[in-house]
C-alpha cells in the first residue's frame, strides 16, 4: 500500500469568447462557429491526491447542480481511465472561483485540467493529441483548454489554429442568471448567417457576439451589466452568456472600473493570457 501525496494547485483557468460568430447550423443540429479564444489568470483551482483503489472521489466548497458521475471532472478522469487502462483513482478537491454556466468555460477547463493533470500523475502516457481528442467527447470547448493555447477555433469549436493577440486586461461581470447553451442554440430568432472568412479579416474587423442580442433581450441582468460595463471600456458578452467582459489597455484602468461597480454585480479583474497557466503547472513536476 503506497502513500500518495497531495499534488496541489493544478490551476483550471477561464476563457473568454474575444469575439463568437454563428457561421450556420448542421444537419445534426450543431452550430458552424468561428470564435477566438483566450484564457485569463483568473480560475478554478484543483488539488488531487492518487490512490490505489480505482474509486474518482470528488470534494469542492461548493455544490454543482449535477450528479456527481455527471461531473466533468469525474467523467474526466473515468474517462482517462478507461482510455489507459490505468488502475488507479483519485481524490479530488475543487475550489470552484468561477460562475456556472457563465460562458466562461469553468467545467470544460475543470475537465481539462483533471485530464492533464491526471495523465501525469497515473503516468498514462497519452499524447495532447489523444487527451485533446478525449475531452471533445466532454464538451466542444474541453480541447483548447486542454493544448493551453490561446486559439482561433471552427467547426463546432474542435478546429484550433493557434493565435497570439494582445493580453490586455479585463473586468469580468457575472450576472446572476443561468443561460443555457442549448437553449440559445435551439431559439429561433439566433441569428445563423454571419459569413465566415478569413482569421487575418476577422482579426482585424470589429469584434462582436452573434448570441449577445438574443441573450441580451431575454435577461434584463445581462443586459444591465453590459450597459453599465460598455460606459468604461469596448465590452461583450463571452460564450453564449450569461458573463460579460469590458476590455482595458491597463490593470490600473480595469482596477479603477471594478472599484466603482455597483455593489449589486459579481465579478472579478484578470489578464488575458496566450498560454494557459495549467501548462506552467504541469512543467513543473
Ligand atoms: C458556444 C460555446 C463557446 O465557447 O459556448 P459556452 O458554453 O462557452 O457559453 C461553446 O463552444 C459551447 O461548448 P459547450 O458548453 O462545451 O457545449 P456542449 O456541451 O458541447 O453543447 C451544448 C449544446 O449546445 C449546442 N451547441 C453547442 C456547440 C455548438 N457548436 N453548436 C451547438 O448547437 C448543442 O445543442 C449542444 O447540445
Ligand atoms: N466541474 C464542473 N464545474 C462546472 N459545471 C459543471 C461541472 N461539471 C458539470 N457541470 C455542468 O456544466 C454546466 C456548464 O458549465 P460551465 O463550463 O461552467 O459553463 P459554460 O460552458 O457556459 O462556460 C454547468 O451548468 C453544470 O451543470
Redesign the pocket.
Known amino acids: 500500500m503506497s502513500n500518495h501525496a497531495v499534488s496541489l494547485g493544478w490551476p483550471a483557468p477561464a476563457?473568454l469568447?474575444l469575439f463568437?460568430h454563428v457561421n450556420g447550423?448542421r444537419a445534426d443540429?450543431?452550430?458552424?462557429?468561428q470564435?477566438l479564444?483566450q484564457f485569463v489568470d483568473f480560475g478554478d483551482w484543483l488539488d488531487v491526491k492518487v490512490t490505489d483503489n480505482a474509486a474518482i472521489v470528488l470534494r469542492s466548497n461548493v455544490t454543482i447542480d449535477v450528479a456527481p458521475e455527471d461531473n466533468l471532472i469525474v467523467k474526466a478522469a473515468k474517462a482517462l481511465q478507461q482510455a489507459s487502462g490505468c488502475r488507479q483513482g483519485a481524490e479530488i478537491w475543487l475550489d470552484k472561483k468561477l460562475p456556472m454556466?457563465?460562458?466562461?468555460?469553468g467545467?470544460?477547463s475543470d475537465a481539462a485540467t483533471t485530464l492533464v493533470a491526471l495523465n501525469a500523475l497515473w503516468q498514462c502516457g497519452l499524447s495532447e493529441d489523444e487527451l485533446a481528442a478525449l475531452g471533445l467527447k466532454?464538451?466542444?470547448?474541453?480541447p483548447v483548454f486542454i493544448r493551453g493555447q490561446a486559439a482561433f477555433?471552427e467547426?463546432?469549436?474542435e478546429k484550433l489554429q493557434p493565435v497570439e493577440i494582445d493580453e490586455h486586461w479585463y473586468v469580468v461581470i457575472a450576472p446572476d442568471v443561468h443561460?443555457a447553451?442549448?437553449d440559445?442554440?435551439?431559439h429561433p430568432a439566433l441569428p445563423r448567417d454571419t459569413p465566415k472568412l478569413q482569421l487575418c479579416d476577422l482579426l482585424s474587423s470589429e469584434w462582436k457576439n452573434d448570441?449577445q442580442k438574443l441573450v441580451t433581450e431575454q435577461f434584463a441582468q445581462v443586459a444591465n451589466a453590459l450597459a453599465w460595463l460598455i460606459e468604461y471600456a469596448p465590452s461583450r458578452m463571452?460564450?453564449?452568456?450569461a458573463c460579460v467582459f469590458g476590455q482595458f489597455e491597463t490593470e490600473q484602468q480595469a482596477r479603477s472600473c471594478f472599484a466603482q461597480m455597483p455593489s449589486t454585480f459579481r465579478g472579478f479583474v484578470a489578464r488575458g493570457m496566450n498560454r494557459s497557466p495549467l501548462m506552467s503547472r504541469l512543467g513543473e513536476l
Open positions: 476563457k469568447n463568437l447550423r443540429g450543431y452550430h458552424e462557429l470564435t479564444f454556466g457563465g460562458g466562461l468555460g467545467g470544460s466532454l464538451g466542444a470547448d474541453v477555433a467547426g463546432v469549436g443561460v447553451t442549448v440559445v442554440f435551439q448570441c463571452t460564450g453564449t452568456g
